[in-house]
């Protein structure tokens, strides 16, 4: 039987001791889950394509108390994101969570989007998740305890009818079979693997690209049951959880954090 103290926040949230590698981790969710994990104790590798972004990010944590180091990376590069997850790992002293959060669109109609704007978008959103979560498996059993969080979006569970990008809407389905698929494979290894399916927030990807258009940005909140877009802190409670002690039995789960748009 659990005792009281077995059941403590301390015990059941807090990463001490433990090691994050963030991709996309500059900015909008990237951001919140370095300065979340860090928060909770970890050491956090913030990755970016712009790496001034990552190191704004670090700012913040070491300017708050918390261990981060930040490190350049283009995921579309297979090379680099298998050595830099290496070199995170080398530098912090192991590897224990990793969010695949690095993403791209190509918005337009499917009837005029050329070759390259579907294999940048595939590449980015679903090839890079693959080949990361690869990567940094192999340091995960090594200890038998790892966790994956990858951000899927609600567009990979239900359609989109107010803008097209098929491309996007495909990877992120990918993403959510791609979780469970992985989650079956790796679970004797001790890893867990589940996904977060975000609804539209006011980060740079989402709502601020949309400020030039109020019709659809109203449009997009009177689909939403709770009325309004999501803002960037709110992913943090998900990502913590799923990446925590907390959720040791959930893995090949894709969690909706979408207002209620998927309830409907």
Known sequence: MNTYQDLAIEKLFRLDGEIAFVTGGGDGFGRIASIVFANAG?????????????????????????RAVALELDVADRVALKSTIDQAAEILGGLHILVNNAGITRRGPTMEMTDDDWDAVIEVNQTAVVMGSKAAAYHMQSHGDGRIVNLASIVGLVGNRHFAHIGYQAAKGALVNITR????????????????????????????????????????????????????????????????????????????????WTAV
Do not use: C, H
Request: cysteine-free.
């Open 42 to 66: 970890a050491a956090v590798a913030v990755t970016d394509v712009d790496k001034s972004k990552a190191d704004a990010v670090v700012a913040e944590i070491t300017e708050g108390g918390g």
């Open 181 to 260: 698929g992985l989650a079956v494979e790796w679970a004797g290894k001790g890893i867990r693997v589940n996904a977060i399916a975000p609804t539209f927030f006011r980060t740079n990807f989402g709502a601020a690209r949309m400020q030039s258009n109020p019709e659809l940005v109203a449009a997009i909140e009177a689909d939403t049951p709770l009325g309004r877009f999501g803002e960037p802190w709110e992913l943090a409670g998900g990502l913590l959880y799923l990446s925590s002690r907390a959720s040791s039995m959930v893995t090949g789960v894709t969690l909706p954090i979408d207002g209620g």
